[in-house]
């Protein structure tokens, strides 16, 4: 069981570089009965980014949103957009071993992919891991705390 549950709702948002991979990964949030607001873009056309990322960070900083995934050609510009928001960790990634760690020893709480760098069935996976994935606390949260420390 982790602390994420069926009642709890995913932020996703995309730019033209993700969008192909986000209707993937809705695909598989709903067939798995997981609520998500789509931030967009809704349509396959050429997006700014920092603009969605701010959408995504914001729905879960305000804690409408218990998680966020964002997507981008290589999930690198999402990251460093929503990393300046206060309180998102945001963590690009692109294998499983540090989808699930970024959980347990970071406490990120937003997933980055790149649409151009990985194909639909390791993001998936990618995706579960992140969700199912509780922060393990101790030591790393003292970690944590100084990098919220940086914030202020
Ligand atoms: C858009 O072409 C691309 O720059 C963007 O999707 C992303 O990869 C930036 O980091």
Request: net charge negative.
């Amino acid at each position: 069981m982790s602390d994420f549950s069926m009642n709890d709702t995913i932020a996703i948002g995309c730019d033209h570089g993700g969008f192909e991979l986000k209707n993937e990964i809705l695909k598989h949030l709903q067939e798995r009965g997981i609520k998500y607001k789509d931030f967009g873009v809704l349509e396959n056309r050429s997006v700014d980014y920092p603009e969605i990322a701010v959408k995504v960070a914001n729905a879960v900083v305000e804690g409408t949103c218990k998680l966020g995934i964002l997507i981008c050609g290589t999930g690198i510009g999402m990251s460093l957009a929503a990393n300046k928001i206060k309180g998102i960790r945001a963590a690009a990634c692109s294998e499983t071993f540090s989808a699930k760690f970024t959980r347990l020893h970071n406490d990120s709480n937003i997933l980055c992919l790149g649409g151009r760098v990985i194909g639909p069935a390791v993001a998936c996976e990618m995706v579960d891991l992140f969700i199912n994935t509780d922060f393990e606390g101790g030591r790393h949260q003292r970690r944590v705390d100084m990098i919220k420390a940086l914030e202020e």
